[in-house]
């Protein structure tokens, strides 16, 4: 099966990759302005990542996402896709959102219990990409163990702050 969609591959690749970035600039739009106020004064586990890291690392994260999804777009369209894709949109909202509990309403534990979700829906989204291409699901695997790290991190954060 191929793609519902009469776009052509590179325009589909294109499509995919703003849809990510879009949720990374919300991300980054709440969390720039906080690192070297708010986020500089917190107290923080010794293993915290320097802050120069953490933009590189979701850089390549988002683009591993949207390539994952242009892949289980391109062999199966959205319509043969969707349920993967519901999960795939539920977790970019997540993902924006967490920046905007942490960084924006500076409030750790908030972002604490958001970020459960978050990554269960990362897990969900990887089970229902790898059913329609395994690399897909692969794709993700970086992805989520990123933010099981930053769920540790976060938690951590918290309870040091709270």
């Not at 776009?7 to 499509?15: D, H, M, N, Q, V």
């Not at 970035?21 to 986020?39: C, D, E």
């Not at 509990?101 to 958001?114: D, I, M, Q, T, V």
């Not at 989204?125 to 897909?136: E, I, L, N, Q």
Request: net charge positive; aromatic share 16%.
């Amino acid at each position: 099966m191929q793609s519902d969609s009469n776009l052509k591959p590179a325009t589909g690749l294109f499509i995919s990759f703003l849809v990510c970035f879009s949720a990374a600039a919300i991300g980054s739009l709440t969390t720039t302005p906080q690192i070297p106020n708010w986020y500089a004064d917190l107290a923080k586990p010794t293993w915290t990542p320097p802050n120069w890291l953490f933009g590189p690392v979701w850089t390549i994260l988002f683009s591993l996402m949207a390539i994952a999804a242009w892949l289980v777009w391109r062999k199966h369209g959205m319509k043969n896709a969707r349920s993967a894709f519901v999960w795939f949109g539920i977790q970019l909202v997540l993902n924006s959102l967490w920046s905007v509990l942490f960084f924006g309403w500076n409030n750790p534990g908030a972002a604490a219990a958001e970020i459960l979700l978050l990554w269960l829906t990362i897990l969900l989204t990887m089970v229902t990409f790898s059913k329609k291409s395994k690399a897909a699901g692969l794709l993700l695997v970086p992805y989520f163990l990123w933010v099981s790290f930053a769920m540790v991190l976060n938690i951590s954060i918290w309870q040091m702050n709270g």
